[in-house]
């Protein structure tokens, strides 16, 4: 009789172990550790902005919560035919994300803390992207977000940008 509950409490667990690893999500899915195959997303952009957020859609979860490969992308890509000057990207930690070394993409890190990401470039040329890829720690693979910040010149972007996460 031991021997059946000790089973069906080591199953019980597996099951839960495995839901708690996957973590998906409707925009964004974390996963078990496997090769670290990334895809990109685009986040709709409102008519008058010329720009599209850009972030990771697919990533997987190592031990201790960090994500596998080189941690999570997130930028901006210029739809535009026209430069823009001081632009400055930022990434800020609503819940459960911890931020590690953060690595620039068309610019330079300006601020860097366990909770924002920054990235500043003085011209976004047209057709070209401004983005970070930080190593990330999910706290909660099930519940987690940041939210996106774009500030520069030239253009009718607001600067709240929305969120990403679950």
Same mark, same amino acid.
């Not at 409707?26 to 902005?49: L, Q």
């Given at each position: 009789?031991?021997?059946?509950?000790? &089973?069906?409490?080591? =199953?019980?667990?597996?099951?839960? =172990?495995?839901?708690?690893?996957?973590?998906?999500? %409707?925009?964004?899915?974390?996963? &078990?550790?496997?090769?670290?195959?990334?895809?990109?997303?685009?986040?709709?952009?409102?008519?008058?902005?010329?720009?599209?957020?850009?972030?990771?859609?697919?990533?997987?979860?190592?031990?201790?919560?960090?994500?596998?490969?080189?941690? /999570?992308?997130? %930028?901006?890509?210029?739809?535009?035919?026209?430069?823009?000057?001081?632009? &400055?990207?930022?990434?800020?930690?609503?819940?459960?994300?911890?931020? %590690?070394?953060?690595?620039?993409?068309?610019?330079?890190?300006?601020?860097?803390?366990?909770?924002?990401?920054?990235?500043? &470039?003085?011209?976004?040329?047209?057709?070209?992207? /401004?983005?970070?890829?930080?190593?990330?720690?999910?706290?909660?693979?099930?519940?987690?977000?940041?939210?996106?910040?774009?500030?520069?010149?030239?253009?009718?972007?607001?600067?709240?940008?929305?969120?990403?996460?679950?």
């Amino acid at each position: 009789m031991n021997r059946m509950r000790t &089973t069906a409490a080591v =199953l019980a667990t597996a099951g839960a =172990l495995t839901a708690t690893q996957l973590g998906l999500a %409707g925009s964004a899915s974390a996963s &078990t550790p496997a090769p670290s195959a990334t895809a990109s997303k685009v986040a709709p952009r409102s008519a008058a902005c010329p720009i599209d957020i850009i972030y990771t859609s697919r990533f997987y979860i190592g031990s201790g919560g960090w994500v596998t490969g080189d941690g /999570l992308y997130f %930028g901006l890509k210029n739809k535009s035919n026209k430069s823009f000057k001081k632009v &400055t990207f930022t990434v800020t930690n609503v819940k459960n994300v911890r931020f %590690g070394t953060a690595r620039p993409k068309g610019g330079k890190v300006t601020h860097k803390t366990s909770k924002t990401v920054s990235v500043y &470039t003085k011209t976004l040329k047209k057709k070209a992207s /401004l983005g970070v890829r930080v190593e990330s720690r999910l706290l909660n693979t099930r519940s987690y977000k940041v939210k996106f910040s774009v500030r520069g010149s030239g253009w009718n972007c607001a600067v709240n940008q929305g969120t990403w996460g679950n």
